[in-house]
């Protein structure tokens, strides 16, 4: 009998560990790994965060313990998130020098200096009392313009403070320019700006806002800032005006959910490009693996990789420590 067998043979490359690793498109490095990182003022003990497993709030300690492993394991950069003990309406904690995130900052200066890349999340959210992402209007939305003058202070505590990145996620518009032309004039030419550009109004930061204890006042939601989930062009404009406006990276988030608009981000810009796999992306990762339903750090893996091949450069991810032990093992 004759059988016709086709020509192309792409299972030959498929054989072994090795040939797969040759012929690999995408890698996956512990270089391509930023950790975001939790510090709570006021408490003895780090608390761990119910809806995010293996994630807690840091004590000031704890926190520079934490980096220092990280930095132990090769992972490049941490981003912080602060919670502090006062709330108030305008977020003035996150520009106050004393300030958790800005002590915080201080201290891993001290442990770590420049050898780990010392981000800070730009936002006030985390510190006022009503949850928004800025100060509100006498009919309670967000005033884009006035909110402008409160990331430009918080920006400048944060590079007075240590940080060698800033990276605002409040999607007003404008924040960018309005960033960098403070922290020009405060003399921290230096310090970089990672944008928050395509981050869309999306219900996978639940497990987050319990990290950072944020409720939004009267059930409310971010969709008057955030990006609306169908809208993929509207992306691209929101990361080419970052740009234009100074950004020296651009973020999108969440990240697979998103895939395609990294992709189409990807073919657009030039500048470094990260994602955001966000609390929500792996919670359900850790509910599942919980329930034995799925291998946990497997998944976590090619929910990475995914990211990679989708074009992102780095990603922000609370798989960090554990993807860094997996690909040092
Ligand atoms: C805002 C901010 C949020 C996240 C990062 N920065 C929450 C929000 O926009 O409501 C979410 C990150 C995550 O879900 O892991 N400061």
Redesign the pocket.
Known sequence: MHVEYPVSRPRRLRRTAALRRLVAETRLSVDDLVA?LFVREGIDDPQPVASLPGVVQHTRASLCSEVAALRDLGVPAVILFGVPDRKDAVGSEAWNPDGIVQVALRDLRDEVGDDVVLMA?L?V??YTDHGH?GVLDGHGSVDNDATLELYARAAVAQADAGASVTAP?GMMDGQVSAIRGALDDAGHQQTAILAYAAKYASA??G???DAVDVEIVDGGD?KGY?QDPPNAREAMVEILGDIEQGADMVMVKPALAYLDVIAEARAVVDVPLAA?H???EYAMVQAAAANGWLDGDAVGMEHLLSIRRAGADFVLTYLARRAAELLGS
Do not use: K
């Open positions: 975001p999340d936002c959210d985390e992402c996620s996978l930061y497990p987050f806002r971010r955030q955001y966000v609390s929500g």
